[in-house]
């Protein structure tokens, strides 16, 4: 008899506090987050405007401007836990000055997201490589482009 392979548990909640127009559904954070998922993960994920994602990123990053989405986790234990901070404007800007689709990106950077709070990084050239490789493939899978790919 063959084992069933069991998914990650995810427990999500998604907040929506941002003015923005076209942004995603519950079902599609979860399909994308769970996606990434190699461990069981408890998420809450807030959709902001660019003013709290500038506060944000300010108090916890040293940054004076609101970023694409910031990565808070609070329990590495067998359970993650943590939030994920989503700035709806800069990601409609970047969508728009990359000539993406608003909803892959949406995607992409969930799934960013998910694999950060996981303890992937980006800082280092062999990390980013492996990150990038690994968004890549759950992309593809997804049946979205590849978010490398200038397009």
């Known amino acids: 008899m063959t084992a069933k392979k069991v998914s ?13 127009a076209n942004l995603p559904t519950r079902p599609q ?4 987050i769970k996606a990434a998922l190699q461990r069981d993960v408890s998420l809450a ?18 940054r004076d401007y609101a970023t694409n989405v910031l ?3 609070y329990d590495e234990d067998d359970h993650l836990s943590g939030d994920v901070v989503i700035c709806a404007p800069v990601v ?28 992937y990084d980006h800082e280092v050239d062999d990390e980013a490589e492996e990150m990038e490789a ?10 979205y482009p590849d978010p490398y790919i200038e397009t």
């Open 8 to 20: 990650p548990a995810l427990s999500l909640a998604v907040q929506y506090v941002s003015e923005s």
């Open 29 to 32: 954070w979860r399909r994308w």
């Open 45 to 62: 994920l807030r959709i902001v405007d660019e003013a709290e994602g500038r506060e944000l990123n300010k108090a916890y990053r040293g």
């Open 71 to 73: 990565t808070f986790v």
């Open 92 to 119: 409609e800007r970047e969508a728009a000055e990359q000539g993406k689709d608003l909803l892959t990106h949406y995607a992409h950077l969930a799934i960013h997201a998910a694999l950060h709070m996981q303890g």
């Open 134 to 143: 690994l968004e890549t493939t759950l992309m593809l899978k997804l049946g």
